[in-house]
């Protein structure tokens, strides 16, 4: 069965970290772009950061750049991120998905993706 599964979410207080993880089951991620993505209630589910499948190029949203960092292990099928420094605008739910869209920014400005994880609820208290 080809599945994504988030993990780590949770509740932090504003200025902590969290770090998530996305682990992929069925298939190898090797050949994927990884993406992560958020959505707050009320608003679109938007792009927060991506990983490349072959030489680990980023792309990092705005919102999110200088405190949020992604990354992979291939030898462990899972991709990661990183939360630091957190507001409680960063509070949502956040997906990952597996993609071939490249380059990676291309990943991050788009949800039309075929794998999807069932996302985990990241909260921040002020």
């Known amino acids: 069965q080809v599945q994504l599964a988030e993990s780590g979410g949770g509740l932090v207080q504003a200025v902590g970290s969290l770090n998530l993880s996305c682990a992929a089951s069925g298939f190898t991620l090797d050949y994927y772009a990884i993406g992560w993505f958020r959505q707050a209630p009320g608003k679109e589910r938007e792009g927060v950061s991506c990983?490349?499948?072959?030489?680990?190029?980023?792309y990092y949203g705005d919102s999110v750049k200088g405190r949020f960092t992604i990354s992979r292990d291939n030898s462990k099928n899972t991709a990661y991120l990183q939360m630091n420094s957190m507001t409680p605008e960063d509070a949502a739910v956040y997906y990952c998905?597996?993609?071939?869209?490249?380059?990676?920014?291309?990943?991050?400005?788009?949800?039309?993706?075929?794998?999807w994880g069932q996302g985990t609820q990241v909260t921040v208290s002020s």
């Open positions: 998905a597996a993609s071939v869209i490249t380059p990676v920014k291309d990943m991050c400005m788009t949800t039309r993706h075929g794998f």
């Open positions: 990983i490349s499948s072959s030489d680990n190029k980023t």
